[in-house]
């Protein structure tokens, strides 16, 4: 199938995989993920074997704000739904829709990143740094990785956004948003565990 294929009504259901090279694309992005998955693991390993190690500063159930990460928490998984309905708008060729809802994850990713700003801030204020035990430094490395990946992720989808508007819809720049989409559901994912390891367990311990 043509590079060119379908720019006004003329794409395949599924764009992202009308072509090998989009296909490519998909497969690669998984085994990328794969490896992403297995540096989280290894996080997440060591922030469990360290979240007792607070010396003598103030343990998670003295930290965490649940009211701040549950609307955090909120935000993302909501992104992560408003990805696929972009997604869905893609396959339906409807470029305007598919735009919008990506601009709207974009926004609430945003917002989730001005939160857990906010609680590093709280945090620091409380004696909770990188340097103060190795409690801290397990946590900030965990849940800043993560927002760094949020952050990535926000700016990747934010370009897309603005070269649609110029290379429109197509079966080259429909993989980019497919993968993006991945991309972005693998992050809500890894934050889901995080909620349930770090801030879950830390507030019933």
Known sequence: MSAQHAVNGTLPPEPERAT?????????FWLFLGGECVLFGSLFATFVALRDQTNGGPT????????IVALATFILLTS???SV???????RNKLAQMQAWFIVTVLLGAGFLGLEIYEFVEYYHHGHMLTSSAF?????????????????GVLWISLLIAQSYKKRLTVVT???FYVASLYWHFVDLVWVFIFTVVYLMGMVE
Do not use: D
């Open 60 to 67: 998670a159930s003295e930290l965490f704000q649940m009211p």
């Open 136 to 152: 801290g430094s397990a946590f900030y490395t965990l849940v800043g990785f993560h927002g760094g990946h949020v952050l990535f």
């Open 85 to 91: 309905l972009g997604i869905l708008a893609m396959h």
């Open 20 to 28: 090998l090279e989009g296909r490519n694309k998909v497969l690669g």
């Open 174 to 176: 429909a993989p980019k």
């Open 80 to 82: 992560s739904l408003t």
